[in-house]
């Protein structure tokens, strides 16, 4: 197995802080305190069409810390940077930028840049610990504070369900994303990607109306499961150098039952939650699929 460099792979699929500008409705318009002015060489708001948003974003793993503590469940992340030879510098995400305790100074910087927006990442395994059943509370208020101190500086919050971090028991139980029952069973039994999506909208949907629900899934397809560089380091030869996989179907499924969590999402939202219309876009641009969608 090729070692990664952990910093590498973050800025690869996790950007640190990407700047996305986005066609979406205006509707922020809270007051702005005093703020950093950068010299943009003549670019400003202004070249922009009115409604595009400024804002950055972020992955749970990458940020928050706090990876076991206050009733985290782990995720595949946890499992895998402490693989020996997985991570070349043997760094995890078990401090990061410990975004858990100081969100509000990550804020404030946020406010100070001036941003619109911040896209954040919700960690399944911090809400549900085993990926299924019973709620971390504790989790769950870390979310209503962030989300609270976002609205109380003027910036709207963006969140995403899963930015590549699925729960480690959910792999153990079924293999993750390689068995269907990740969203469902049949029509009328939704499982576990479901059950998290209307968790987060029923108990966040009042604070937050853009919503993801993944981020680059193909980089969980084909990184995880065609050259299995990422979690859960799955592949066949001569794609790399796993001790399990197969590089020439794994990836397609794992694709297929994203899509479906994703739809599966989108309709929860709609038959439960949706109170103005859906604004969403699906990026092809690169294969298999990126899937945003701003509800
Ligand atoms: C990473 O850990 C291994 C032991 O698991 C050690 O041999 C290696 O030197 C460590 N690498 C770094 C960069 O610390
Ligand atoms: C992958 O799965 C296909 C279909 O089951 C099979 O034909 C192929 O031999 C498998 N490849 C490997 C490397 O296991």
């Known amino acids: 197995m090729k070692p990664l460099l952990l910093p590498c792979s973050l800025l690869i699929f996790l950007l640190p802080v990407i700047i996305y500008v986005e066609c979406v409705p205006d509707s922020h318009s809270a007051s702005k305190q005093e703020h950093v002015h950068f010299d943009t060489g003549g670019l400003s708001r202004d070249s922009f069409p009115k409604g595009f948003v400024f804002g950055t974003s972020t992955a749970a793993y990458q940020v928050e810390g706090m990876a076991r503590k206050e009733g985290r469940g782990p995720c595949m992340w946890d499992i895998f940077t402490k ?52 709620v971390n509370w504790k989790g769950v208020a870390y979310y209503h504070r962030l989300i609270n101190y976002l609205h109380l500086k003027g910036i709207t919050p963006y969140a995403c369900l899963v930015h590549q971090d699925l729960p480690y028991e959910l792999h153990k139980k079924y293999k993750g994303y390689l068995d269907r029952q990740i969203v469902f069973l049949s029509k009328s039994c939704r499982k576990d990607y479901a059950h998290f999506a209307d968790f987060c909208f029923k108990t966040f949907g009042d604070k937050v109306k853009n919503w993801f629900t993944f981020n680059e899934p193909r980089n969980t397809a084909v990184l995880g499961y ?21 590089s020439s179907t794994e990836p397609y499924i794992v694709t297929h039952n994203i899509i479906l969590s994703h739809a599966t999402a989108v309709q929860i939202y709609r038959q439960k939650y949706l109170v103005k219309p859906i604004l969403y876009r699906m990026n092809t641009f690169d294969w298999p699929l990126y899937i945003y969608i701003y509800i």
């Open 83 to 134: 693989i020996p030879g997985f991570i070349a510098d043997n760094s995890s995400g078990d401090v990061a930028v410990d975004q858990y305790n100081r969100y509000e100074h990550d804020v404030d910087i946020m406010q100070k840049l001036n941003f619109d927006a911040y896209r954040f990442s919700i960690s399944w395994s911090r809400i549900f610990p085993n990926g299924a059943g019973e």
């Open 226 to 246: 065609d050259d299995g560089s990422f979690p859960p380091a799955r592949c066949s030869k001569p794609y790399g150098d796993c001790s399990e996989g197969n």
